[in-house]
């Protein structure tokens, strides 16, 4: 699904992984991610999608509030565990949305 985001400017956060061949516990550890993070402050919503390579883009109000989730405990738990297990490569990209168009049909 498309997230429906406010008028910008805005941010967002473009992580990019390729998984390893151990990525035992990585779906539920991804599950409760998307679960505590719609309940962070400054968050806006996310997209996401993996192939031969997982893309997630989340959208935040500012930077602080990336800053936020960045280094809150349940996120770096996940994030050290990714490192050290789950993806063979990764990526994080921080960038300001300064135009944006098109829509999202309601369902």
Request: glycine share 6%.
């Amino acid at each position: 699904m498309i997230a429906k985001t406010p008028e910008p400017p805005y941010y967002a956060v473009i992580f990019t992984t390729v998984l390893s061949d151990d990525i035992k516990g990585y779906a539920e550890m991804s599950d409760r991610m998307v679960e505590f993070v719609k309940m962070q402050e400054g968050f806006l919503g996310y997209e996401s999608a993996r192939e031969e390579i997982g893309i997630t883009i989340s959208y935040w109000d500012s930077l602080e509030s990336i800053a936020k989730w960045r280094n809150h405990s349940e996120h770096t738990i996940a994030r050290e565990k990714g490192i050290s297990r789950w993806y063979s490569s990764f990526k994080t990209r921080v960038c300001k949305v300064e135009r944006d168009n098109g829509f999202v049909k309601e369902v």
